[in-house]
Nanobody, 119 residues
Framework: QVQLVESGGGLVQAGGSLRLSCVAS????????MGWYRQAPGKQRELVAV???????GYADSVKGRFTISRDVTKNTVFLQMGNLKPEDAAVYYC?????????????WGQGTQVTVSS
C-alpha cells in the first residue's frame, strides 16, 4: 500500500505561482512513477505532469513551460511548481503514484488540493 498526502494549494491571482507537494509513504520502493492530475468542475481528470522512477519527465501541452515537476527522493516527495497561472488552471490537483506489481500495476491517489486562480 502507498499513502499520498498533498499540500500547497490555495488562491492565487492570474500570473502568480504556487508549489504543490506530495509526500509518499508505505511501499514506496515499488512506485514506478508519480504524477499530478487535475480535475475542474464538469471536466474529466487530466494528466498534468509525470516523473518516473528513472527520472523521465512528461507534461501536458497546456502546462509546458509554466509548470515543473521535481522530486526529493530523500523525503519521498514530489513537487509541482506552477508558474504564470491562468484561470483555466483552476482545479483540484491530485497526486498519483503507480505501483509496479508482478502481474499488474495499481494506482494510488491523494485526497486532492484545491487551486483557485483569480483573473
Amino acid at each position: 500500500q502507498v499513502q499520498l498526502v498533498e499540500s500547497g494549494g490555495g488562491l492565487v491571482q492570474a500570473g502568480g505561482s504556487l508549489r504543490l507537494s506530495c509526500v509518499a509513504s508505505g511501499s514506496i520502493f515499488s512506485i514506478k512513477r508519480m504524477g499530478w492530475y487535475r480535475q475542474a468542475p464538469g471536466k474529466q481528470r487530466e494528466l498534468v505532469a509525470v516523473i518516473t522512477s528513472g527520472g523521465s519527465i512528461g507534461y501536458a501541452d497546456s502546462v509546458k513551460g509554466r509548470f515543473t515537476i521535481s522530486r526529493d527522493v530523500t523525503k519521498n516527495t514530489v513537487f509541482l511548481q506552477m508558474g504564470n497561472l491562468k484561470p483555466e488552471d483552476a482545479a483540484v490537483y491530485y497526486c498519483n503514484a503507480v505501483e509496479d506489481r508482478p502481474i499488474d500495476e495499481k494506482n494510488y491517489w491523494g485526497q486532492g488540493t484545491q487551486v483557485t486562480v483569480s483573473s
